[in-house]
Every structure is written in structure tokens, then in C-alpha cells.
């Protein structure tokens, strides 16, 4: 793979919650979901919407405006969904980790779990 083609943790964490939100990804909602997958540590809503325009660079994700609603005082909100490259980067980013994790002694994983 590319570098242009892998992603980072924090991407991982992003595209994980994407798909975990379905119809309902968008700003707020992806960052509530990020900050779930990553607890305790706290995450910035900046953080998402840098990490989300790099993840559109990239061919990982698309974004569309939705129509507007009255719960949002009539404005649209920007929604989210991970195209093909990004369940391929995100797939060999978890195999990896898989893989790292088969590896480690078995006196470890127990330590950790």
C-alpha cells in the first residue's frame, strides 16, 4: 500500500465510527462516537473536522449536505460516509493489528486483558 493509501490511529477511530453511525454520521455524531472508542482520553471536535477533510482527500470518505432542518434552526447539516478505499485502509489497518496482537507472548495478553 501507498502511504496516501493507510491511515493513522486516529483516522481508524474515525472511519470506525463513521460506519458505526450509519445515516447518522456527521460532526457532532462522529465526534461523540470517537470520543466513546477512545475513552478516557478527550477529543476535540477541531480534531474530527481536520481528520474528517483529510480522510475526504484521501478517497476514504464522501460528504454531502443534508437538507436543513428546523432543529437546526433551518441549517444543513455535512453528512458522512466511508467509500471503498476506506473499508480497504481500514480492514488492513485491523489485520495489522491482529496480526500484532497474535504476536505478542500469551503472558502479555493476559496481563492486558
Not at 460506519?19 to 482520553?41: M, Q
Not at 489497518?93 to 495478553?109: D, E, F, G, T, Y
Request: charged share 25%; glycine share 8%; with cysteine.
Amino acid at each position: 500500500m501507498a502511504r496516501g493509501d493507510t491511515c493513522g490511529q486516529f483516522e481508524q477511530l474515525v472511519l470506525t465510527a463513521i460506519l458505526t453511525l450509519v445515516e447518522d454520521a456527521y460532526g457532532v455524531t462522529i465526534h461523540r462516537k470517537v470520543e466513546e472508542l477512545s475513552a478516557p482520553k478527550s477529543i476535540t471536535l477541531g480534531a474530527i473536522y481536520v481528520t474528517l477533510d483529510r480522510l475526504e482527500d484521501k478517497g476514504f470518505v464522501s460528504s454531502w449536505l443534508s437538507d436543513p432542518t428546523p432543529e437546526r434552526g433551518g441549517r444543513a447539516k455535512r453528512c458522512y460516509k466511508v467509500e471503498t478505499a476506506g473499508e480497504s485502509a481500514l480492514r488492513e489497518s485491523m489485520l495489522a493489528a491482529q496480526r500484532m496482537w497474535n504476536a505478542v507472548p500469551k503472558r502479555w495478553r493476559k496481563a492486558w486483558a
